[in-house]
């Protein structure tokens, strides 16, 4: 008996060891957890979930024909403002990356005016696009801002 219990001893102490040294590496500081959830690169879906959410906010009033979390795709039907039902537009917003970066976002954007009961192509201006990259790039960064403080 005496044999055996000498032989397992140093197996149960280092299984022991393994245990508690695991155990220690699940103890992060709720602090360390927040840091880790804020970080710019955020991937439980296929790209940036700061990106994703904060477009998916940002075209809320639009409908939507195709939402792709995978390839950071997301397709708004065409939309018609009550104040102005001479103009539609659709929007397309790709995110390129898994970083919270703003090379990371592309929108695209088409416009259609009414002319004799049928919508004919028109341009977009540079200004339109340009500011819908910036409201979604903001709210991004408050989602982000937010997942530290809150």
Not at 20 to 37: F, T
Not at 89 to 113: C, N
């Amino acid at each position: 008996m005496i044999g055996k219990t000498l032989n397992t001893t140093p197996a149960k102490m280092l299984l022991a060891s393994a245990a508690l040294a695991a155990l220690s590496a699940c103890g992060g500081s709720r602090d360390e957890v927040k840091a880790d959830l804020a970080a710019s690169q955020v991937t439980t879906i296929g790209v940036n979930a700061y990106l994703w959410r904060a477009s998916l906010d940002t075209l809320s009033f639009m409908p939507l024909v195709q939402t792709d979390s995978n390839g950071g795709v997301i397709v708004t039907d065409w939309y018609t403002n009550p104040a102005n039902p001479g103009e539609r537009m659709k929007v397309t917003v790709t995110i390129l990356d898994q970083d919270l970066r703003a090379d990371a976002l592309r929108v695209a954007a088409s416009r259609e005016i009414g002319q004799g009961g049928t919508w004919v192509a028109a341009p977009v201006q540079a200004a339109t696009i340009q500011k819908l990259e910036d409201i979604i790039l903001t709210r991004a960064r408050e989602l982000r801002r937010d997942a530290l403080t809150g």
